[in-house]
């Protein structure tokens, strides 16, 4: 599983918020190991794993240094095979060289010089392609397969690392012939040229629209004067700050369905065309290496191990969804009638945000503009780091100011760097940075990179973990503070979680470290966390009036509680498109699929909208590069994220030992046990969907 967890809500995804799902660095997954620069450490005798400038020349030295590394593996003769000479060496092969590229590749994503950018996806794309052709190594598979007939007494990491190791040769190509092979080894390098070339396409779209003061009526003054202005026109983006409450505060219908419009075109019909060829690949791999489908090749090494699972999984919550949908839309439709004075009025899809964020302020007597000013970004921040330490009993420390004496690269005016360490030992678990505010060619979601993971090479250097928080939330000026909407402060714990699944890690090899879990587990413990900021209890510590001090009202809070479940069948429904969409991408057996009617006919299928002519969202879904036939994880994730949850509702959000023991159970172990093993170590009893239903608001509606 990616190191790299990011996440898109759940429950509110028509804007494809909180990142796309693992989207960064993904290059795609290989010998088990994401090729993506997200894994360990400097040694001594190569380049530091942050270097402030990547170039060519480290990249490739670090490929050189790895095909030595490789060499001197498969040159062990076989009765002198050890653990730790084939298996955990190809453990600290894999780790060095993800360390020595990750800021490289990271690069791509943040950083403000566009001659980095293009580095960084070369080397993106050398390190993928080094790993496609060091996965399709027979002397390699050799090694491991002699090692492996000493019939080894191993137990814990070191037994699952020989059979995982074992499992992904077969899902490399290592039983087929050597033509095969070969021809594998051709897909899957361009399946990566493409999928970067369809990242680029997304992160490189600079839409943007012009609207008169008229056209943008409802929108706050503090809004409009921070847009820049062409001949008294206001320029707006696609951006989270600018997007997003356009969709939510504009009074002009005909401005939210041309922002919305233009939003599902992100990408361009150009990045359609990548897609397509993209699936095609998939499926000629899937059926290479023996399934019907690129869904059931992806889902084999998942929770759901089958796409039918999947369905049997959506057969099951769909009608529970619809059932909750309609009523969502028949209240939300009535609204816009009201409101227009017009009884025939449909409800469209642009009207969603701004019809709820109506609903909340008229039936919840909560106003979003309002909220936002209990939670600005320097107290959040402080909110988070508190309830962090204390109910995970961990210290963080700004060591902004010794980054370059740690030789680490602060690539922004904007970066923060911060250590962690356990309260109860002392000792140091590692470092992360923050990245908060949007720029240009910077990643426009919210996504978490897992740059460095925790583990003991074979010689006993303990690496460290080191992770990377990258947001686009509302930049402060010289006249007015960062002010979070809830739903941002949300998204941020969303994230943070990812982090702490990555700083925590006890995992002794890189393979199974931080959030190197089942793709369709990683974001429970992240969900889970998002629950803290819908609890009195824990928002009392830092929402807060940023002019006077003064704590949220208990009345406004009440009404977000009691709104938590405001259109949650719809919210619902919008994740199955999501869902859908991305399974049947990826059913076709020879990957033929015309992605904008089949994307218009789910969307009928699935929501209360009629699918919306000339639009293509799934060029600028990321998730179809990385969560490839794992979007449905999301909601998957949330069962086991509702149902661990269950304990923290019943001990107390901010119980250091209920927090202790849920970071010794399940966030320290990574991938060393089977996420449904960790759940039910952390519950004491096997997980159910109730808690699920009732997150969702579904329960009432069966």
Same mark, same amino acid.
């Given at each position: 599983m990616?190191?790299?967890?990011?996440? $898109?809500? #759940?429950?509110?995804?028509?804007?494809?918020?909180?990142?796309?799902?693992?989207?960064?660095?993904?290059?795609?997954?290989?010998?088990? +190991?994401?090729?993506?620069?997200?894994?360990?450490?400097?040694?001594?005798?190569?380049?530091?794993a942050d270097s402030a400038k990547a170039s060519a020349s480290p990249v490739a030295a670090a490929l050189t240094r790895a095909d030595a590394a490789a060499a001197a593996i498969v040159a062990i003769p076989n009765e002198k095979r050890t653990f730790e000479n084939t298996l955990g060496a190809i453990d600290d092969l894999l780790s060095r060289l993800n360390g020595e590229t990750s800021m490289a590749q990271f690069m791509a994503y943040v950083s403000t010089d566009a001659t980095e950018r293009e580095m960084g996806e070369k080397a993106a794309e050398d390190v993928a392609n080094w790993l496609i052709t060091f996965s399709k190594r027979k002397d390699m598979f050799n090694a491991v397969k002699a090692?492996?007939?000493?019939?080894?007494?191993?137990?814990?990491?070191?037994?699952?690392?020989?059979? %995982?190791?074992?499992?992904?040769?077969?899902?490399?190509?290592?039983?087929?012939?050597?033509?095969?092979?070969?021809? +594998?080894?051709?897909?899957?390098?361009?399946?990566?040229?493409?999928?970067?070339?369809?990242?680029?396409?997304?992160?490189e779209d600079a839409t943007t629209l012009f609207?008169?003061?008229?056209?943008?009526?409802?929108?706050?003054?503090?809004?409009?004067?921070?847009?820049?202005?062409?001949?008294?026109? &206001?320029?707006?983006?696609?951006?989270?700050?600018?997007?997003?409450?356009?969709?939510?505060?504009?009074?002009?219908?005909?401005?939210?369905?041309?922002?919305?419009?233009?939003?599902?075109?992100?990408?361009?019909?150009?990045? $359609?065309?990548?897609?397509?060829?993209?699936?095609? #690949?998939?499926?000629?791999?899937?059926? *290479?290496?023996?399934?019907?489908?690129?869904?059931? %090749?992806?889902?084999?090494v998942l929770m759901s191990k089958t796409s039918s699972n999947v369905a049997s999984f959506y057969a099951q919550l769909t009608p529970l969804v619809r059932k909750k949908a309609e009523i969502d839309f028949e209240e939300m439709q009535n609204l816009?009638?009201?409101?227009?004075?017009?009884?025939?009025?449909?409800?469209?899809?642009?009207? &969603?945000?701004?019809?709820?964020?109506?609903? *909340?302020?008229?039936?919840?007597?909560?106003?979003?503009?309002?909220?936002?000013?209990? /939670?600005?970004?320097?107290?959040? $921040?402080?909110?988070l780091f508190e309830v962090t330490q204390r109910i995970y009993g961990l210290t963080y420390r700004d060591v902004t100011a010794e980054a370059s004496q740690r030789g680490r690269h602060l690539w922004h005016e904007d970066v923060k760097l911060y250590e962690v360490s356990d309260n109860a030992s002392g000792k140091v678990l590692g470092e992360f940075y923050l990245d908060l505010y949007p720029r240009p060619n910077k990643y426009n979601h919210a996504a978490q990179w897992g740059l460095l993971e925790h583990k003991f090479f074979m010689d006993g250097t303990e690496q460290?973990?080191?992770?990377?928080?990258?947001?686009? %939330?509302?930049?402060?000026?010289?006249?007015?503070?960062?002010?979070?909407?809830?739903?941002?402060?949300?998204?941020? %714990?969303?994230?943070?979680?990812?982090?702490?699944?990555?700083?925590?890690?006890?995992?002794? +090899?890189?393979? /199974?470290?931080?959030?190197?879990?089942?793709?369709d587990f990683v974001e429970a413990p992240s969900q889970m966390f998002e629950n803290w900021v819908w609890n009195a209890d824990v928002l009392n510590l830092f929402a807060k009036h940023y002019k006077t001090g003064e704590p949220l009202p208990k009345a406004t809070l009440d009404g977000m509680i009691a709104a938590q479940k405001l259109a949650s069948g719809m919210d619902a429904q919008n994740q199955v498109f999501y869902g859908l969409t991305d399974q049947r991408y990826h059913s076709a057996p020879d990957g033929v699929v015309d992605t904008i009617a089949v994307q218009a006919t789910t969307f009928e299928e699935t929501t209360m909208f009629k699918p919306v002519p000339e639009t293509f969202f799934q060029a600028s879904f990321g998730h179809l590069v990385g969560y490839q036939a794992g979007y449905y994880g999301y909601m998957w994730s949330l069962v086991y994220a509702s149902d661990m949850f269950t304990r923290f509702k019943k001990e107390g959000l901010l119980n250091p030992e209920v927090g202790l023991d849920y970071r010794r159970k399940v966030i320290s172990q990574g991938g060393t046990k089977d996420g449904l093993d960790l759940v039910r170590d952390f519950l004491g009893r096997e997980p159910d969907m109730r808690a699920f239903l009732e997150h969702l608001g579904l329960s009432e509606a069966k």
């Open positions: 990616p190191v790299v967890a990011t996440r $898109v809500n #759940l429950l509110r995804d028509d804007r494809e918020r909180r990142s796309t799902m693992m989207k960064a660095l993904r290059v795609l997954v290989l010998f088990g +190991l994401v090729a993506m620069p997200v894994r360990a450490l400097a040694v001594d005798d190569a380049p530091p090692y492996a007939d000493t019939n080894p007494t191993l137990s814990g990491e070191r037994a699952r690392l020989l059979q %995982f190791v074992l499992r992904d040769f077969k899902r490399d190509g290592m039983m087929l012939s050597d033509a095969d092979r070969a021809r +594998l080894t051709d897909v899957q390098k361009e399946i990566t040229r493409l999928g970067i070339e369809f990242e680029r396409n997304i992160r609207f008169s003061a008229r056209e943008l009526s409802g929108m706050p003054e503090e809004f409009l004067k921070n847009l820049p202005q062409a001949r008294g026109m &206001y320029e707006v983006n696609m951006s989270y700050p600018q997007y997003i409450p356009v969709q939510e505060m504009c009074e002009v219908e005909a401005t939210r369905q041309k922002m919305w419009i233009a939003y599902k075109r992100r990408g361009g019909e150009k990045n $359609v065309g990548v897609l397509e060829q993209i699936l095609k #690949l998939r499926a000629e791999q899937a059926r *290479l290496l023996g399934f019907a489908n690129a869904a059931d %090749f992806e889902t084999e816009k009638r009201t409101h227009i004075a017009s009884a025939d009025a449909v409800l469209e899809p642009w009207d &969603y945000s701004f019809y709820k964020t109506r609903l *909340l302020k008229e039936k919840y007597s909560v106003d979003p503009e309002v909220v936002r000013q209990y /939670f600005p970004m320097q107290s959040v $921040v402080e909110g460290k973990p080191l992770a990377a928080l990258v947001c686009n %939330f509302t930049k402060p000026t010289a006249d007015a503070p960062s002010l979070m909407t809830h739903d941002e402060v949300e998204t941020f %714990f969303h994230e943070f979680g990812h982090c702490l699944h990555t700083i925590v890690s006890e995992a002794s +090899l890189g393979r /199974f470290s931080g959030t190197s879990v089942e793709r």
